[in-house]
């Protein structure tokens, strides 16, 4: 039997980009927060600017609990699924930690994929088999809480649309905001202004990529010092705006939430009458029941999703939620697939930086340009960055100049064209399809006995032919630069487990078709709150960092603001 502890008026299960921004709001209205992480605390000495230890070896994330459980991935569903690699990573922050931290809202059009595609070029536009539907709020009603993340957490960028005036030096695309960035986007690398030159001379309109890396001091933090270790390593001056540098610190200060670390949560429980109670948790070799008023579920898309399908019950069968079958459906992922690589002539300039300090060009992202005459909806954000390493040039492509990755000829390739290739990093609309879910794997379990979370997706043709347009796109936008080789990488087609989760617990006013409602609060849990990538309903071209972060602020201060009726 678990060991009963006090009870407490809320839980959050996982303090990562979610949970780690829900805290603040909960606490500072005076509730009383326990966080149960699955990792500890790290300090800067943990950040070493090792990239066999932290690219290679993927270190810390390859030894712990998330690595234990990682999804298996099919592409088909009378196919036998395999297991993949887990990219997330357990610490308080979560995987803020070593993120890429490129902080991007969510266009408008984005909210209302179905009834704007309908109006502009008919309803038989939207895939036959996506189960797509329209955010129960739209861009307006999230800008707030954008804005207070934004502010909070410490993002740096240039805006392109404040209260609807454009500036040419921002993305002039995005949604108006009410507000610039707390400060300056990152410095610009002599090859990202080679790009930015190359996108003006077409006619576009290059801007510096927001991020959530603080680029003069801020709230305590230093600011960046562009060392080059980043990608996947961490921040040990604390200028990446991690959860565990930001709000987790402010809410720790309310004296409201208890952080209890290295805590695996089995299952959230729930009593005959539908309401959650608690969840049960292991933590060294003993387990514990943490009962409280509310639960709010952070702990991302994938194991969101498998939490509540292993914590069945009398009242719920299937899974927790999941009387009408939607855990665990709507399930999409970006297609991070189909970069391009470019070779140019000359060196770039390219060593060290940060994949977040990059130029975007958005003419061909969500709905920005004409497809009357496409045969696909959405689009793509295009995006090329400072980010280089000895061991990534080491293995960087050789256009098939070299047929071998080993010998004197690949050695001389190398040493000449190290520092003269670059990869593209696309990110593409991705719609929710009814072949597409998470289940629990019927035969791979985790350490504790526990199935994994199955994963069955593939793309659908629509998200192929924006790949495939988007590779044409960013040759364009190399060649232009100056590019004289260009290799481009196939199109995939299986979802594997990725950063970028969306979906599986998603978030609509429809019972019947999402888990969840307008505010995050489950649909046959009331006292069960959802946050995280699995509440959302469509992908954008974006990464999902700051709207989920928004999302989680709004369904925190829902629960402080609607504290009796959700509870009671």
């Not at 066999?52 to 699924?81: D, F, L």
């Not at 429980?269 to 387990?287: C, H, I, M, P, Q």
Request: proline share 5%.
């Amino acid at each position: 039997m678990p060991i009963n502890l006090p009870k407490t008026d809320v839980i959050i299960v996982g303090l990562g980009a979610a949970g780690g921004v829900a805290a603040l709001p909960l606490t500072s209205a005076g509730l009383k927060v326990i966080g149960l992480e699955a990792g500890g605390w790290l300090e800067g000495r943990d950040f070493a600017p090792d990239e066999i230890r932290n690219n290679t070896r993927n270190w810390p994330m390859a030894v712990q609990k998330c690595a234990q459980e990682a999804p298996t991935v099919r592409g088909y569903s009378n196919t036998t699924a395999k297991q993949g690699g887990h990219p997330m990573m357990n610490a308080v922050g979560g995987t803020t930690m070593h993120y890429w931290a490129q902080s991007w809202r969510l266009n408008p059009w984005d909210f209302k994929v179905v009834s704007n595609t309908t109006e502009r070029y008919g309803a038989s536009r939207i895939p036959a088999n996506s189960t797509v539907e329209d955010w129960p709020f739209d861009y307006e009603e999230l800008e707030p809480y954008y804005d207070k993340v934004e502010y909070t957490v410490g993002i740096s960028g240039k805006a392109g649309n404040i209260n609807g005036k454009i500036d040419q030096q921002g993305n002039i695309f995005e949604g108006a905001r009410s507000r610039e960035y707390p400060m300056q986007a990152l410095r610009s690398s002599p090859f990202t202004e080679l790009m930015s030159d190359a996108a003006s001379k077409m006619g576009l309109n290059p801007f510096q990529g927001p991020a959530a890396i603080v680029t003069e001091p801020y709230d305590g933090r230093s600011p960046c010092l562009y060392h080059g270790f980043c990608n996947k390593g961490g921040c040990h001056v604390q200028a990446k705006s991690s959860t565990a540098f930001s709000t987790i610190p402010k809410a720790l200060d309310t004296g409201n939430l208890d952080v209890v670390t290295h805590a695996r949560v089995t299952k959230i429980v729930a009593d005959n009458s539908g309401k959650v109670t608690g969840v049960e948790y292991l933590r060294g070799n003993e387990f514990y029941f943490q009962p409280a008023d509310a639960v709010l579920l952070g702990s991302y898309a994938y194991e969101n999703t498998r939490l509540l399908l292993l914590s069945k019950s009398r009242a719920y069968p299937n899974g927790l939620a999941n009387n009408t079958g939607q855990v665990g459906r709507h399930y999409m992922t970006h297609h991070q697939g189909a970069p391009i690589t470019a070779l140019f002539p000359k060196d770039l300039h390219n060593w060290y930086g940060l994949p977040a300090q990059g130029v975007a060009i958005d003419e061909w992202a969500d709905d920005n340009f004409d497809h009357s005459s496409l045969d696909f909806i959405g689009g793509a954000n295009l995006w090329a960055h400072t980010d280089r390493r000895p061991m990534s040039a080491v293995f960087m492509r050789t256009f098939d100049v070299v047929s071998k990755n080993w010998g004197s000829q690949w050695k001389k390739f190398i040493m000449e064209n190290a520092d003269r290739t670059n990869t593209s990093y696309i990110q593409k609309t991705t719609l929710p399809y009814d072949h597409n879910y998470l289940d629990l794997d019927p035969t791979v379990k985790d350490p504790l006995g526990f199935p994994v979370t199955r994963i069955t997706g593939r793309y659908g043709e629509n998200e192929l032919k924006i790949a495939e347009y988007a590779q044409n796109k960013m040759e364009q936008w190399y060649r232009e630069a100056g590019a004289i080789e260009i290799y481009k990488y196939g199109l995939g087609s299986t979802m594997g487990a990725t950063t970028h989760a969306y979906g599986g617990t998603r978030m609509g006013d429809n019972s019947k078709t999402n888990v969840v409602d307008r505010w995050g609060f489950s649909h046959e849990a009331p006292n069960l709150g959802v946050i995280g990538g699995s509440v959302m309903g469509t992908s954008g071209a974006r990464n999902p960092t700051l709207t989920v972060q928004a999302l989680a602020w709004r369904t925190a201060e829902y629960l402080a603001n609607n504290w009796r009726s959700i509870t009671s």
